[in-house]
């Protein structure tokens, strides 16, 4: 089938549209306020260092759908409440964005949407074989968000960078948001280095319904291991004498669009919906559907010991934090003590501020304390473990990798 069928069709039915947001959907509650978020603070101390050394951003956003991306870069937030700096840019500070997609439909969705952006560019290409928007260039940032580079090759990946290096005198940066190997999503998939690209499909687009893919809503993606991207692409810094920084961060652990849907584990765990329902402040959260059960993934531990030492790492600190929130609503102030004194630093001043906003819940006038202040606040702590995790090995949905051409 042709690369952009299943895209065409689903931009046709309105999933690449005006923002709807929700418990489901491809702008749901874990896209804006954990996935986004992520991908922002991956991006914030990159731009603040171009900013610094040369004051305007040129900016090529790979993959770029409607051209999402630019409104993801004009609300990246100051680390510090400015009254006169809300935000890291706004559009005067971007010279140039060029939004580059394979999809006819895509691009003339973009180009209606930033109509009046005098600044913002689209242009249709298949970077598996066409580098053409580099001609645009040179450029500060190029980045590629929600898994678009692994529509291509090892080799056609390779590639690009290369072209970008080759066009790029002035020192580049190069975020690329891959397919991670290691997900709990797909242990199958744990390990497998051949060439061939492997199946993936995005019914999750239609949950609640859970159903069967057609056959044009399948197609074929790279999955990257951390281990293998600094295997693969820090060879290219000799073939092309020039140094590169290599670092990656995993992005969405146990909270990936498949962990509900079970399509490739067979163990569907709701997982990404629960916390959805922390983030919206109309849903209470469920105590008991919020614990990751992932036994199943022992059996394949023997292929991947770090990255499966990784994830269930993750599963117990998020676990840890469940069990406390129990203590804490039933008021078992004995085990909330020893939930606290028995927890590395990190987390037990995290159980300190969940403590307080349970114990001064009076202060707060709101219809429903849970849903409205102690839920979103639990998804934000379980958020934060994961950004704070070292280097990534990709055993999230997807792995950010920077990469930095000096």
């Known amino acids: 089938m042709l690369k952009t069928e299943f895209f065409d069709i689903a931009a046709q039915q309105g999933f690449y549209g005006p923002e709807k947001g929700g418990l ?25 260092e171009i900013l610094d050394r040369k004051g305007k951003l040129r900016v090529a956003d790979l993959g770029c759908g409607s051209g999402e ?6 609300s990246i937030p100051n680390e510090i409440h400015s009254e ?16 580059v997609d394979i999809s006819e439909n895509m691009i003339k969705t973009g180009k209606e949407i930033h109509s009046a952006e005098k600044n913002v560019k689209f242009m249709q290409g298949d970077l598996s074989k ?26 056609e990946l390779i590639n690009l960078i290369k072209r970008i290096a080759e066009t790029h005198s002035n020192k580049i940066c190069i975020v690329l948001d891959l397919f991670a190997m290691y997900s709990a999503e797909w242990p199958g998939y744990w390990g497998n280095y051949s060439l061939e690209l492997k199946e993936y499909n995005m019914t999750w687009l239609y949950l609640p319904e859970r159903r ?21 692409l820090g060879k290219i810094a000799s073939e092309i004498r020039r140094n590169i920084d290599i670092y990656n961060r995993d992005r969405s652990i146990l909270i990936g669009r498949h962990i509900d849907t079970g399509a490739y584990n067979g163990n569907a765990l709701k997982l990404r919906y629960q916390v959805n329902r922390l983030l919206d402040r109309d849903y209470r959260g469920d105590y008991d559907t919020l614990h990751p059960e992932i036994g ?35 008021k078992d102030d004995k085990a909330v003590k020893q939930f606290i004194e028995n927890t590395p630093e990190f987390i037990a001043e995290e159980m300190k501020m969940l403590a307080w906003l349970v114990r001064n819940s009076n202060r707060f ?10 839920g979103p606040q639990l998804a934000a702590v379980l958020r934060n473990l994961e950004m704070n995790l070292p280097e990534g090995l990709g055993c999230g949905h997807g792995i950010m990798c920077n990469l930095i051409i000096e």
């Open 24 to 48: 489901f959907g491809k702008k749901d509650n874990v896209r804006k306020y954990w996935e986004d978020i992520a991908i922002k603070m991956n991006l914030r101390p990159f731009i603040h």
């Open 84 to 99: 006169h700096r809300e935000f890291v840019i706004d559009k005067n500070d971007i010279e140039l964005y060029l939004g």
């Open 212 to 232: 069967e893919p057609e056959e044009n809503e399948i197609y074929k993606v790279k999955f990257w291991g951390g281990k293998e991207i600094h295997s693969k």
């Open 365 to 374: 006038p709101v219809v429903d304390f849970w849903a409205s202040v102690y």
């Open 130 to 155: 066409d580098h053409s928007f580099l001609q645009e260039g040179p450029f500060d940032i190029i980045f590629s968000t929600y898994s678009s580079p692994s529509h291509l090759t090892e080799r």
């Open 69 to 74: 991306g630019y409104n993801l870069l004009l």
């Open 296 to 330: 199943f993934l022992q059996a394949y531990a023997s292929k991947a010991k770090e990255e499966y030492a990784r994830i269930e790492g993750y599963a117990n600190d998020w676990n840890t934090f469940i069990n406390f929130t129990k203590a804490l609503f039933r």
